[in-house]
């Protein structure tokens, strides 16, 4: 069984910066890729971004590449994600995830545990 828990959350005005943190319980963190999903009132869950065992392989959602960063440190069994440029609509609760293995891990049907999400707001 694996824990998750997200930080870093807060309130940002439109164009600053936030870098959450994912710190995870299990104790083979390398062989789970790691995802961020949001999701806002109304709206779907939606993939941000995920990050290979390693930290060797990133993927990014249209919607947030060049403006987010997705890192880990293995040594530390956390994930983060550095976000910048923020815009209002990048207002959601986040939520950090794990699977076993690195492929399709831009699904959120992949996953197998959940954080228990951070909420981020952007104004304007």
């Known amino acids: 069984q694996v824990q998750l828990v997200e930080s870093g959350g807060g309130l940002v005005q439109a164009g600053g910066s936030l870098r959450l943190s994912c710190a995870a319980s299990g104790r083979t963190f390398s062989s789970y890729a790691m995802g961020w999903f949001r999701q806002a009132p109304g709206k779907e869950r939606e993939f941000v971004a995920a990050?290979?065992?390693?930290?060797?392989?990133?993927y990014y959602a249209n919607s947030v590449k060049g403006r987010f960063t997705i890192s880990r440190d293995n040594g530390k069994n956390t994930v983060y994600l550095q976000m910048n440029s923020l815009k209002p609509d990048d207002t959601a609760v986040y939520y950090c995830?794990?699977?076993?293995?690195?492929?399709?891990?831009?699904?959120?049907?992949?996953?197998?545990?959940w954080g228990q999400g951070t909420q981020v707001t952007v104004s304007s």
């Open positions: 995830a794990a699977k076993y293995g690195s492929t399709r891990a831009n699904l959120e049907q992949s996953y197998d545990y």
């Open positions: 990050i290979s065992g390693s930290g060797g392989i990133t």
